[in-house]
């Protein structure tokens, strides 16, 4: 059974400050997804990340896959309220194109002003 | 692109009845969605794999019985639960995947549905 293991679940921090968040398997991802997630809503998809090593950047938000596809860092940097909420990454393991996701245990996070 | 509707957003009812919730997908022809439940700020747990068509599949320790999944088209698949109590009470998010259609395995998530059973 493959597991995703999601750290911190839980991040208070102050306006302007920089925090990363962590995703861990001891599988091989085939490809990694981050989404955020705002009370009351569905997960919007942030980013998608498929090769060893490679870093994506959304505006303060860097996304890292390791370079053995076993795990995945975001990081935010100068974070502001607007960026409150759950983050949840969400591995595929799947060599056969199933669409089948496991989901992190999720990250909330709260930024205050 | 890649716009999911679930429907309805917010639902009340009393114990005993069954709740139909749909998911569409607005904008792409679905292969498969999927059916997810969600405590506060808890993870997403899926529930079920629902492919047009044919049968859904469900994880272990849902009851396939209660939550009657039908996936009609492409772009519609719908839950019900039914004889609904109030550990039922949840939120339901549904997602829709674009299969090979896609260039990576991504989902796309409705908006969810508040579920409360008195």
């Known amino acids: 059974t493959q597991l995703l293991e999601q750290s911190p679940q839980f991040l208070s921090i102050q306006e302007g400050e920089n925090l990363t968040v962590y995703c861990n398997s001891s599988?091989?991802?085939?490809?990694l997804q981050w989404y955020r997630q705002e009370p009351g809503e569905g997960p919007v998809l942030l980013v998608t990340?498929?090769?060893?090593?490679e870093v994506k950047k959304l505006k303060r938000l860097t996304f890292q896959f390791g370079d053995a596809r076993k795990d995945s860092s975001l990081h935010i940097t100068a974070a502001q309220p607007g960026d409150t909420g759950l983050y949840l990454c969400a591995g595929d393991f799947s060599s056969s194109n199933t669409g089948k996701l496991i989901f992190g245990q999720g990250t909330t996070l709260q930024v205050k002003p | 692109g890649a716009v999911v509707s679930q429907h309805p957003s917010r639902v009340i009812c009393k114990s005993g009845t069954s709740v139909k919730i749909e998911c569409r997908s607005l904008d792409f022809q679905a292969t498969t969605m999927f059916w997810y439940r969600q405590f506060p700020k808890k993870s997403l747990m899926l529930m079920a794999t629902?492919?047009?068509?044919?049968?859904?599949?469900?994880e272990q320790g849902v009851e396939k019985d209660k939550f009657l999944i039908n996936h009609a088209s492409l772009t519609l698949s719908t839950l019900t639960v039914t004889s609904a109590h109030p550990e039922d009470s949840s939120f339901y998010i549904c997602?829709?995947?674009?299969?090979?259609?896609?260039?990576?395995?991504?989902?796309?998530f409705g908006p969810g549905t508040r579920l409360t059973v008195l």
């Open positions: 629902s492919n047009e068509g044919s049968k859904a599949t469900y």
């Open positions: 599988s091989v991802f085939s490809s």
């Open positions: 990340v498929v090769t060893g090593g």
């Open positions: 997602s829709a995947y674009r299969g090979l259609a896609g260039p990576y395995n991504e989902q796309f």
